[in-house]
T-cell receptor, first 110, second 115 residues
Framework: QQQVKQSPQSLIVQKGGISIINCAYE??????FPWYQQFPGKGPALLIA?????SEKKEGRFTISFNKSAKQFSLHIMDSQPGDSATYFC?????????FGPGTSLSVIP | EAQVTQNPRYLITVTGKKLTVTCSQN?????MSWYRQDPGLGLRQIYY???????DKGDVPEGYKVSRKEKRNFPLILESPSPNQTSLYFC??????????????FGQGTRLTVV
C-alpha cells in the first residue's frame, strides 16, 4: 500500500523558534506534495505545496524543502507563533489519489 | 461564499442503522472525495469522484457507498454502520483531480459515533 511517513508525531516549539516537520514517500509516481494545516474543529486547509522538479519553495514564514532522490520533503516554519499551533499533514498526490501522512501536532508556546 | 457543506456535523447512531452524510459544494468543482480521520492515522481516502457518474475506491472503501448524480453533491452512505466506523469524516472538492497547483477545499467535518 502506498504510504507517506511523517515525523514527529508531536512538536513543541518556543515562540520565535523554527518548527521542522519531515515526510517521506515511497511511490515515485507522486507528482505533487501539498501541506495542509488543520485547526481544532475545522477541516484541513492548504498551506503550501511543491512539485518534484523544484527543490525549495518559500511562502512567507513557510518553506518546503524537497529531496527527490531521497524521496523526502520537509516543512520549515520560521519565527513560529502561537497562532501556528495546529495539526500539519503532508500529502502526496498522483493523477486521482491523495495520500496523507499521519499528521504532526504543533504547539508553539510563548 | 465558496464552501463545502457537510451535514450533519455530529451523529450518534446504533450498529446496523443505515445513514447518509451529505456533502455539497458550490464551486462547480469536478473532483470530490471523502476521507476519514483517525488519531495516528491521518486522513485516509474512502471514495473519490472525478466527475458526475464517475466514482472510484480510495484506500479504505469497505463498508461505505457513494453516488455522484449531480456535480455539486457527493453523499456518503453507510448501509450497516459498525463501531469501527466511528470516526471524523471530511468531504473535499477541487477544480480538477489532485493535480499540481490544484487546491482541495474541505468541509467542516462530521463526527460519527456508532454504538
Amino acid at each position: 500500500q502506498q504510504q507517506v511517513k511523517q515525523s514527529p508525531q508531536s512538536l513543541i516549539v518556543q515562540k520565535g523558534g523554527i518548527s521542522i516537520i519531515n515526510c517521506a514517500y515511497e511511490n515515485t509516481a507522486f507528482d505533487y506534495f501539498p501541506w495542509y494545516q488543520q485547526f481544532p474543529g475545522k477541516g484541513p486547509a492548504l498551506l503550501i505545496a511543491i512539485r518534484p522538479d523544484v527543490s525549495e519553495k518559500k511562502e512567507g514564514r513557510f518553506t518546503i524543502s524537497f529531496n527527490k532522490s531521497a524521496k523526502q520533503f520537509s516543512l520549515h516554519i520560521m519565527d513560529s507563533q502561537p497562532g501556528d499551533s495546529a495539526t500539519y499533514f503532508c500529502a502526496a498526490t498522483s493523477y486521482d489519489k491523495v495520500i496523507f501522512g499521519p499528521g504532526t501536532s504543533l504547539s508553539v508556546i510563548p | 461564499e465558496a464552501q463545502v457543506t457537510q451535514n450533519p456535523r455530529y451523529l450518534i447512531t446504533v450498529t446496523g442503522k443505515k445513514l447518509t452524510v451529505t456533502c455539497s459544494q458550490n464551486m462547480n468543482h469536478e473532483y470530490m472525495s471523502w476521507y476519514r480521520q483517525d488519531p495516528g492515522l491521518g486522513l485516509r481516502q474512502i471514495y473519490y469522484s472525478m466527475n458526475v457518474e464517475v466514482t472510484d475506491k480510495g484506500d479504505v472503501p469497505e463498508g461505505y457507498k457513494v453516488s455522484r448524480k449531480e456535480k455539486r453533491n457527493f453523499p456518503l452512505i453507510l448501509e450497516s454502520p459498525s463501531p469501527n466506523q466511528t470516526s471524523l469524516y471530511f468531504c473535499a472538492s477541487s477544480q480538477r483531480g489532485p493535480a499540481p497547483n490544484t487546491e482541495a477545499f474541505f468541509g467542516q467535518g462530521t463526527r460519527l459515533t456508532v454504538v
